[in-house]
Each structure stands twice: as structure tokens, then as C-alpha cells.
């Protein structure tokens, strides 16, 4: 029972990303590839403000402003220079591992003696139980204000740029500053999801975003399963399933190792 609880919260904690992810892939049509590098700044980050005693509001914050610059960086290289959306996250996520490893100094840093975010609220006897708490009130408060923005008119604007960027020029909308925006907002998501991992496995790897996209769609990819089978139009139901999307996919991968499945292969 611990062990999918584990997952749970594990699963709990990626749904940022998954959040993040949404932005890119389902409104802007972006594949994103930023995202390995943007989650492990989060983590490095995370890492580094911890061991030198910051308090964990300073660090939450510092944290999703370095994904948003990460994010931004992209988005200037995609708008700005005109390059590919893909190859333009393949070159940041690429120059991020070098300042990520820079930052860190190492390859890996512990947290085993670090005060973290879960155990600020030792609400159970059961560790475990509170680990569920905190990525539960996370989670809900991201998906909350994602949800608040997006139904703005601002966020309106930015979800139609996505449906059809022409419409939107002829309605005086800057496309390029919505796609930065953005991309911004998506890659601060995933430094957060980063900020809680980094705190939950008590340490931080500089390889620990190699790969951690396909996580993300999955989550995007399951959740919006879910919306099109149910038919779910509201946007706040919709960032809800790609969470639960993210949920799904740790359990599912728990159910594969409990099964006996290598994780090697």
C-alpha cells in the first residue's frame, strides 16, 4: 500500500509539469522540449537555496522565476530569430544542462538533512500521509490560478492565438508576446514540479530531466483521453484530468514494477 501511495505522491508532485506541458502542446501547438532542462533547474535550484537556508516561500518563488526565464529564452529564440519551435527548446534544454550543472557543481547533491516542504505540516504519524497533503494543496492551488488565468481575457487572448494565430493578428493581439508569455508560464509550472521532486527524493542529479518530457505528455496525453471521452468543455475540468493524467500514469508504471517488470529494459 506504501508503495502506490509513494506513487501517488510522486505522481502528485509531476502533475505541474503535466500542467505546464498542457500549455505548450494543447494551446499553442508547441512541442516543448525545454522542459527537460527548465524541470532540472527547478530541482538545482531548489538544492542550492535549501542548503544555504533559505526559507522555502523565497525558494518557491526564485525557483518558478528561473523556469519562466528558461521558458522565455525559448520563446525569444523561437519568435525573435525565427527558429523552429522544436529545435528552439532543443537548443535551450541543451544549453540549460551546461548553466545546471555550473550551478550545481557537482553531479548530484543530497537533501537528506535539509527542512523540506513536506515536513513543514506534520499533520499524520504517517509521513507518507503527509507527503499526500502537500502535493494535494499544491496541486490544487497551481491548478486554481492556472485556471483562473486562462479564463481571463488575457487568457483568452493566449488560448486563441493557439486555435488561430491569423484571427488573432487581425484583432490586434501580439502573437509572439502570447507564445513567449506562454512558455514562460509552462516552464515556471515545470521548475515548480522540479522545486517539489528535488524536495520528496531528498536530493537533486543533474540527469534527473533527461527524458522527464515523455512524463508530461503522458500525463497531457491520458488526461486528455479522459476529456474527450467525457466530453469535458470547462477549462478548470479540463487542467483536472491532465493532473489526474499525471496520477495515472505514476500508477501505472507502479503497477509494472510490482508486477516484476524490469525498470532497465
Known amino acids: 500500500m506504501i508503495f502506490y501511495l509513494t506513487a501517488l505522491v510522486l505522481g502528485l508532485c509531476l ?32 538544492a542550492l537555496l535549501l542548503a544555504a537556508g533559505w526559507p522555502l516561500p523565497a525558494i518557491v518563488v526564485i525557483t518558478a522565476l528561473a523556469g519562466a526565464a528558461a521558458g522565455m529564452i525559448t520563446g525569444l529564440v523561437h519568435t525573435r530569430l525565427k527558429i523552429d519551435a522544436l529545435l528552439a527548446g532543443i537548443l535551450v534544454m541543451t544549453g540549460l544542462y551546461s548553466v545546471n550543472l555550473s550551478l550545481l ?15 513543514l ?13 502537500v502535493g494535494l494543496f499544491f496541486l490544487a492551488i497551481l491548478a486554481g ?4 488565468v486562462l479564463r481571463t481575457d488575457f487568457g483568452l487572448a493566449m488560448r486563441a492565438t493557439g486555435n488561430s494565430e491569423s484571427m488573432t493578428r487581425a484583432l490586434g493581439i501580439n502573437n ?11 516552464n515556471s509550472l515545470t521548475a515548480i514540479s522540479g522545486f517539489l521532486v528535488a524536495q520528496y527524493q531528498h536530493f537533486t542529479d ?6 522527464i ?11 486528455d483521453a479522459l476529456i474527450s471521452w467525457l466530453g469535458i468543455r470547462k477549462i478548470g475540468w479540463q487542467l483536472l484530468f491532465v493532473a489526474l493524467g499525471g496520477i495515472l500514469f505514476q500508477l501505472v508504471l507502479a503497477v509494472a514494477l510490482s508486477l516484476g517488470i524490469d525498470p532497465a529494459l
Not at 557543481?105 to 515536513?119: E, I
Not at 505540516?121 to 497533503?133: D, G, K, M, Q, T
Open 15 to 46: 502533475s505541474a509539469m503535466g500542467l505546464g506541458i498542457f500549455i505548450t502542446m494543447k494551446i499553442f501547438r508547441i512541442p516543448d522540449i525545454t522542459t527537460d532542462g527548465s524541470y532540472t533547474l527547478g530541482a538545482v535550484v531548489t
Open 206 to 211: 543533474i540527469n534527473m530531466g533527461i527524458g
Open 105 to 119: 557543481g557537482r553531479s548530484n547533491l543530497p537533501l537528506s538533512d535539509a527542512n523540506t516542504v513536506f515536513t
Open 176 to 186: 509572439d508576446r502570447m507564445k513567449i508569455i506562454g512558455l514562460s508560464i509552462a
Open 145 to 148: 490560478m492556472l485556471a483562473y
Open 213 to 223: 518530457v515523455l512524463v508530461g505528455l503522458g500525463s497531457v496525453l491520458i488526461g
Open 121 to 133: 505540516f506534520p499533520l499524520f504519524s504517517n509521513p507518507v500521509l503527509n507527503e499526500l497533503i
